[in-house]
């Protein structure tokens, strides 16, 4: 074999692991296939100080292009500063600093075209064998999964003149409610220099680029922003998970081949966010011992289940905010309400290591939905209800 394990795709989860097993275990030898040109595509990622562990932050630093100490959240009955801090991850840097490191364990441009347990073909037929392979090319459709989505678009934009916004508003929710709920979100890059980013928490998957970009320009106005150039647009759609059958994914899989990142749903069902997981995951990749195939494939598929099994609450609330809220008023109001609770609570719910009192808390209390609808939720939804 010429590799012990061959990473196929060079998104966050595959660049990261191969980022960090090169630094811990320079011993192990490794391939990353990736179709594009660069690592990464082309992403900016956040995540909050809390969402991943101190150690973690030591090897992470590098790739952070911007950190603020505090955050905001806006809400029609109150605004709040969160001191906790804030961090964004931009594909550029990730490519720039993994692929230094990486180096000759890269191949960029190359698709790969058929996988098998020890075997990876390229569209260009060239043939590479590994003792093991993992996936990582991303989100797959999945009709065993019971899904709603976060979505957005998202215009970088230069102002006239300075916008006085000093750190990010994650969520500014007294923006009018369509299309499920609505908020905007927002990161201050320098004076003048703004990423606004209008977001809907959505039954349904379309996105309308041209009226949302008119929704966001509209935004900026209202705020007295007067946009001199968009810089650049992004997009995306964010699967967010309120039930289904994850053992689908993994029964399909019979030739042992090991999963990551979104093509193994490690995620925050919640926000759809991957990035604190990623971090996770490259962490916990670096101490596996034997990478023969069918070791690395039960490795994987013990860690999306696992991740799946600490979801479930993620996945209940879900189901209250698209199932039992009716009105876009409950819809804010569930946000609302949690964005009440004590900061250490709501980084704990963020970076997915909530309490039992946690969740207890964030369920107690006045409901801000129908309690008849919310019981409703509380079984678990599978793909067939
Ligand atoms: C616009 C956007 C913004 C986001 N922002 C955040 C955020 O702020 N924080 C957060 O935590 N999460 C965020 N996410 C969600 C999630 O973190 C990202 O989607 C993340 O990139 C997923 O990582 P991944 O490694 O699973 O997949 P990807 O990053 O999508 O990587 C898959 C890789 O596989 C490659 N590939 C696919 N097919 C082949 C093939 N046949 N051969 C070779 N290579 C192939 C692709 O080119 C790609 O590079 C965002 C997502 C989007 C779309």
């Not at 989505?149 to 970088?156: A, T």
């Not at 008849?372 to 599978?382: D, E, G, K, M, Y």
Request: aromatic content about 10%; glycine content about 6%; proline content about 4%.
């Amino acid at each position: 074999m010429e590799y012990d394990i061959a990473f196929i795709g060079g998104g966050l989860a595959n660049s990261l692991a191969a980022y960090r097993l090169k630094q811990i275990r320079p011993d192990v030898k490794f391939l990353i296939i990736e179709k594009n040109r660069t690592l990464g595509g082309d992403h900016t990622w956040s995540f909050h100080d809390t969402d991943v562990s101190p150690a973690s932050h030591d090897w992470l630093h590098p790739f952070v292009v911007a950190k603020w100490a505090q955050q905001e959240v806006h809400f029609p009955a109150f605004r709040r500063t969160l001191d906790v801090g804030y961090n964004v991850i931009k594909s550029h840097r990730l490519h720039e600093i993994a692929g230094d490191v990486l180096e000759e364990n890269v191949l960029l441009g190359k698709t790969v075209e058929h996988l098998a347990r020890n075997q990876i073909i390229l569209s260009d037929g060239t043939q590479i064998n590994a003792h093991s392979v993992l996936d990582g090319r991303g989100w797959k459709p999945n009709s065993e999964l019971v899904l709603a989505y976060q979505k957005f678009v998202g215009l970088e934009v230069e102002l006239k003149n300075p916008h006085q916004q000093n750190k990010p508003v994650i969520m500014d929710a007294t923006v009018p409610q369509i299309d499920g709920y609505r908020f905007i979100y927002i990161l201050p890059w320098d004076e003048r220099r703004l990423l606004i980013e209008d977001t809907y928490y959505s039954p349904n998957s379309s996105l309308d680029q041209d009226q949302i970009s008119d929704r966001i320009t509209q935004y900026a106005e209202d705020n007295g922003w007067e946009i001199e150039t968009i810089v650049d647009i992004e997009k995306g759609v964010l699967p967010i998970i309120l039930g289904g059958d994850i053992q689908s994914i993994w029964r399909t899989n019979t030739n042992d081949i090991g999963l990551s990142g979104l093509a193994a749903v490690n995620f925050n069902f919640t926000t759809g966010y991957s990035l604190p997981d990623a971090v996770r995951f490259a962490e916990s990749i670096s101490s596996i011992e034997n990478f023969e195939a069918k070791h690395l494939h039960e490795f994987t598929r013990d860690y999306s289940m696992d991740l799946w099994k600490r979801g479930q609450f993620n996945q209940l609330l879900n189901r209250l905010l698209f199932k039992a809220a009716l009105t876009p008023e409950e819809r804010v109001n569930i946000f609302q309400r949690f964005y009440r609770l004590s900061e250490n609570l709501i980084c704990r719910f963020y970076a997915g290591i909530s309490t039992h009192y946690d969740k207890i808390r964030i369920l107690s209390g006045k409901p801000p939905v129908s309690l008849l609808r919310a019981i409703r939720c509380i079984p678990s939804q599978s793909a067939y209800d």
